[in-house]
């Protein structure tokens, strides 16, 4: 689950109160033509890169093309690191070049599916032609390399297109997510000293559209540093261009040629700054550089999707956050695959709009988020069961902890108990995965994300830094670098160190708790800041929330502390019930019990409210903050900017008047 950092304050260990027994292994089929085939091998590779992580880390880079070799694979100052020091590349012309100059010239890189049904198809001939153009198309507007470009747009192609321009030219994009606000853009283009913003004039969603370009102008008022707005024609929307600021996208291609040689990059050269918001506070500006994180981006999809040619892969993430740069940008075109890439939202016109595209595209692949199956298994099984869904080989979970089961559905519905299911744990500051089955070879558990991939070394330890035992709680901290690792937070290397290298020394700490079963699998208990003291206890509140989606009315649930006189801390439980169940006190009883004996009397919530849906961030994550300020004061102070639906706070503000 890719996850945005905030900093937790670590105390004494964190009590594991979820058991969970179900053991899948992968089908003889699927490990027969896996990448990686048994746990033998999988033991054998992560054996060898943590004997001698710079040969594995170096034999896995010389698999792309360099303009000159590194002189070292790792300099490590902590906690900075310098990965392939003294080599130049360009990740671009990894994605492109490479393949343009093989078989997969005439292979799709990319199939768009828009909202309104229409479909483009752009192979890796027809890509590398684009972006040369629009990396032309950057050069005369003097963009260089360091340049700082904001890319706000909605989920076309041409989103693609303009960030594998400024990786071309070897300026550094900042995409923000298209369903932003103009304050915070505002923030991050001042942060970054932007000189260009890249947007669209709108975006398509729900049947509807917004109007993007309005947002920018609204935004740029205040921002010194920007130079031009190149827009692109998407949804004709009614809008203003302003002269010599504002260019359209379709213009300035027509002038520009279809060559343009890729700049020569150190390894070390940013490649990209993405805004985690965090739970309070200024947006911190995480930046990746070229070499290391193509190495890790591309190796891991490589690896945890066991990718194939003819694969069809499809991820819903939006390109705004990690996962799509990662996992739907990078990992995949340096690999050669074919993405599947869709503009609208999984419920327009119906709730079975991704599985329609699955049965139609014969979608091999599909990764996507917790939250959107929570959402799925509360619409109803109906919406799945009427397609074929037979061309599926594999699955993926990404964003957050998910649910056993919400896993057990995913298996059972969707996977139709063939498909591995990949679930994932790492953050946007990791730049890729760092832990996650591999499905050729780990036997998966419902809702652990199981062993670290080779060449990562991460532990679950006390406040002290030594490692916990079997089962005991603790904090998911990584040992040693990784090549896509986060090189500082923009412009504040304090903030840095203080963030994530000061609670343990010598180690990144993730902000998260976490325990370690007898197999060495890591199961995710939820944010640092996240966990609650109860009567002595700290106990991981996605424990407990799993518990109660295990019930067979929940559809979802978030559980948050309030102080408590007596026990230190209460719980409160906020759950989203499944059509056709009536939340009254006898449900509120029945759910009490479950959890107690489910998981034991401590973690049973104190209080139980009914919830017609939970505040999410735009990229689906519960904002338990908003919750811990509901159920302290019934007010909601605190920053709302990437709230998706501010209704949802209006709606539970009156459930709770209503008693």
């Known amino acids: 689950m890719a996850t945005e950092q905030t900093t937790g304050q670590p105390s004494e260990s964190i009590s594991s109160v979820l058991s969970e027994r179900r053991k899948f292994p992968p089908t003889a089929e699927f490990s027969s033509s896996a990448h ?37 694979v790792l300099e490590w ?22 393949h343009v100059n093989s078989w997969r010239k005439n292979k799709a890189a990319i199939m768009w599916e828009g909202e309104e049904g ?25 963009i260089k390399p360091g340049d700082r470009v904001a890319v706000y747009m909605g989920m076309v192609p041409e989103l693609i297109i303009a960030v594998l321009a400024c990786a071309r030219v070897g300026a550094v994009h900042n995409v923000i997510f298209a369903g932003f606000a103009a304050h915070a853009i505002t923030e991050r283009v001042n ?28 935004a740029i008022v205040n921002t010194p540093s920007i130079r031009n707005v190149i827009v692109l024609k998407v949804t004709n929307e009614q809008i203003t261009m302003h002269d010599g600021m504002d260019h ?46 193509m190495v890790h981006a591309a190796a891991s999809f490589k690896y945890v999707f066991d990718i194939k040619d003819e694969d069809i892969y499809f991820c819903t993430a939006d390109v705004g956050w990690i996962t799509g740069h990662s996992y739907m940008v990078y990992g995949p075109l340096l690999t050669g695959a074919t993405v599947f890439m869709y503009e609208g939202a999984p419920n327009y016109p119906q709730w079975d709009r991704f599985w329609d595209i699955i049965n139609r595209h014969k979608i091999t692949i599909f990764y ?31 964003g957050e902890p998910i649910n056993p089961e919400a896993w057990m559905w995913y298996h059972k519905y969707v996977g139709q108990e063939k498909c591995p299911i990949v679930d994932t744990w790492w953050q946007t500051e990791t730049g890729g995965i760092m832990v996650s089955p591999m499905p050729g070879a780990t036997p998966t558990k419902p809702g652990t994300a199981t062993r670290p991939l080779p060449g990562i070394m991460v532990d679950v330890v006390h406040k002290d830094g030594t490692p916990c035992n079997a089962n005991e709680g603790g904090y998911l901290v990584i040992k040693h670098p990784w090549p ?6 923009y412009g504040d290397n304090e903030r840095y160190e203080k963030t994530y290298w000061s609670e343990f020394p010598g180690m990144y700490f993730t902000g998260d708790g976490a325990r370690k079963d007898d197999d060495g699998y890591i199961w995710i208990m939820g944010r640092v800041d996240d966990v609650v003291n109860v009567s002595g206890h700290r106990l991981g509140t996605s424990e407990v929330e799993s518990a109660l989606v295990s019930h067979e009315a929940v559809a979802e649930a978030a559980v948050v502390s309030r102080p408590d006189d007596i026990k230190g801390n209460a719980l409160v439980a906020f759950v989203t019930l499944k059509d056709g169940y009536e939340g009254d006190a006898k449900l509120r009883d029945e759910l009490g019990k479950h959890v107690a004996k489910e998981i034991g009397a401590i973690a049973k919530p104190d209080e139980i409210k009914w919830a017609k849906g939970l505040p999410k961030t735009r990229s689906g994550k519960i904002m338990r903050r908003l919750l811990r300020e509901l159920a302290t004061s019934n007010e909601i102070k605190g920053d709302v900017t990437t709230l998706e639906d501010l209704g949802v706070i209006e709606n539970l503000r009156e459930q709770e008047d209503e008693g």
Not at 77 to 98: M, Q
Not at 272 to 292: A, E, N, Q, R, W
Not at 368 to 388: C, L, M, Q, S, Y
Not at 484 to 489: E, K, V, W
């Open 368 to 398: 996507t988020a917790p939250t959107a199956i929570r959402a799925f298994i509360r619409a109803g099984n109906e919406w799945v069961t009427k397609h074929d869904l037979r061309s599926l080989r594999l699955l993926g979970t990404v």
């Open 484 to 489: 896509s690792m986060l090189r500082t937070i």
């Open 36 to 72: 990686v085939s048994s746990m033998e091998q999988y033991e054998q590779l992560y054996a060898d890169a943590a004997a001698d992580p710079d040969k594995y880390w170096g034999d896995l880079a010389s698999q792309f093309h360099w303009f000159k070799p590194w002189d070292s």
């Open 191 to 218: 942060d970054s000293r932007a000189k260009m913003v890249i947007c669209a004039d709108g975006t398509r969603r729900r049947g509807g559209s917004i109007n993007l370009k309005n947002i920018v102008d609204e």
């Open 248 to 293: 359209w996208w379709h213009d300035l291609m027509g002038l520009a040629e279809d060559e343009c040689e890729a700049a020569q990059v150190e390894a070390e050269h940013p490649l990209f700054l993405l805004y985690t918001s965090g739970s309070t506070g200024k947006p911190k500006g995480i930046l990746h550089t070229t070499g290391g994180y």
């Open 118 to 142: 229409n479909e483009r198809i752009l192979t890796y001939g027809e890509l590398h032609r684009q972006v040369s153009k629009f990396a032309n198309v950057l050069k005369i507007a003097g």
């Open 77 to 98: 100052n902590a906690p900075y690191a310098k990965w392939f020091n003294g080599g130049t590349t360009n990740i671009s012309y990894n994605c492109l070049d490479v």
